[in-house]
């Protein structure tokens, strides 16, 4: 694994964020997000006061990570785009009486799935390949399942690098083509990439087969988790259990 390739970030394309939560320990970082995930699934959006709650949980995380706004406009837009469709099925939805209409019920689950999208991202921004092998490899996970998602990461950030080259030398021999060049080239890459892919993917299995090799190392925590990341932990565990009761009616 690169020394260049592990100080990138986890979301190298949309930019890194370099907020308080930066200043956290690799994993506090990770479980911290993962909390912040579980009170925006948890929270009832189909309300106003739900609805509102998840705006303020998903501000808060993005102000406390400092994300780019580069970052956060391209996972709305790329938000929009997947779950919009979800409020074309509206007019189908039979909402039974005393309940919230068709739209409540659609724009819900849009809500939710922007507000999850955006905080899942926004944690990985924070997080370098190396942090993220750190974090991951000192929290009691299964071996198996650690190794294949810091596999993903490692993938992800190959390609990435691959498909900037090749997009960039693409659009520099065919200079002056104006919109039928970015048509050109997003074809052209979409077809090299995909081979790349399959290609990279098994040159690589094989190595890690032939070497016994899972991707991961034995690793001890190097950045040494202090007072911020506890009050980190206990803001957020609180949060999602206050979310949590009140979602139950164990507030009363």
Request: charged share 15%.
């Amino acid at each position: 694994m690169g020394s260049e390739l592990e100080r990138q970030p986890l979301t190298l394309i949309l930019g890194a964020s370099k907020g308080m939560v930066s200043r956290l320990a690799p994993r506090t970082r990770i479980l911290a997000g993962v909390l912040v995930f579980l009170a925006c699934l948890a929270l009832d959006a189909g309300t106003g006061a739900g609805l509102a709650a998840l705006a303020v949980t998903t501000l808060t995380w993005l102000v406390a990570a400092r994300a780019p706004a580069r970052l956060v406009g391209k996972v709305l837009l790329f938000g929009m785009v997947m779950l919009g469709p979800v409020l074309v099925l509206t007019p189908f939805v039979d909402a039974p009486s005393g309940t919230p209409g068709g739209l409540a019920v659609t724009f819900a689950v849009f809500a939710k799935g922007m507000a999850t999208l955006v905080v899942a991202t926004v944690t990985a921004s924070t997080l370098t390949l190396a942090q993220a092998h750190e974090g991951l490899a000192t929290l009691p996970l299964p071996r198996l399942v650690t190794a294949i998602v810091l596999q993903i990461f490692f993938q992800a950030g190959l390609l990435g690098r691959e498909t900037t080259r090749m997009a960039r030398a693409m659009i520099l021999r065919r200079s002056g083509g104006g919109t039928w060049q970015g048509i050109a080239v997003l074809a052209g890459v979409s077809t090299v990439w995909i081979t790349r892919l399959i290609v990279k993917v098994e040159r690589i299995a094989k190595a890690m087969e032939v070497r016994g090799f899972d991707g991961m190392e034995r690793l001890h925590p190097t950045s040494a988790a202090g007072t911020a990341d506890a009050v980190a932990l206990a803001l957020t565990g609180a949060w999602l259990v206050a979310v949590i009761a009140a979602r139950t009616g164990a507030l009363g």
